[in-house]
């Protein structure tokens, strides 16, 4: 059973930055592809970015292009979400998700169909 503990978020002033981090346990981290995922009260999970199992790739959402960066690191099971030029708009709760299939098939599969979820950490960006 896989085991996702995301940690890293908080409070912050627009165009300040966070970084989010996603500890990984329970099974082989490299044969994961892994996303971030956000959701406010009342509106669907929605996709954020996604990184392949090797980490050579990389997805995101046009709404955070450019001010996100997602990374991981196979040597300490830990996936990460820079976020940089935050916007109130950013303010969520953030999620992480491990999935067996290629890392493309996260950005438009439906979030309900991964196979597993971290807990979330708040992110709230004042304006």
């Known amino acids: 059973q896989v085991q996702l503990v995301e940690s890293g978020g908080g409070l912050v002033q627009a165009g300040g930055s966070l970084r989010l981090s996603c500890a990984f346990s329970?099974?082989?981290?490299?044969?994961?592809?892994l996303g971030w995922f956000r959701q406010v009260p009342e509106k669907e999970r929605e996709f954020v970015a996604a990184?392949?199992?090797?980490?050579?790739?990389?997805y995101y959402a046009d709404s955070v292009k450019g001010r996100f960066t997602i990374s991981r690191d196979n040597a300490k099971n830990t996936m990460y979400l820079q976020m940089n030029s935050l916007r109130p708009e950013d303010t969520a709760v953030y999620y992480c998700?491990?999935?067996?299939?290629?890392?493309?098939?996260?950005?438009?599969?439906?979030?309900?169909?991964?196979?597993?979820w971290g807990q979330g950490t708040q992110v709230t960006v004042s304006s």
């Open positions: 329970g099974r082989t981290f490299s044969s994961y592809a």
């Open positions: 998700a491990a999935d067996r299939r290629p890392g493309f098939a996260l950005v438009t599969a439906p979030p309900g169909s991964m196979d597993y």
């Open positions: 990184i392949s199992r090797s980490g050579s790739t990389t």
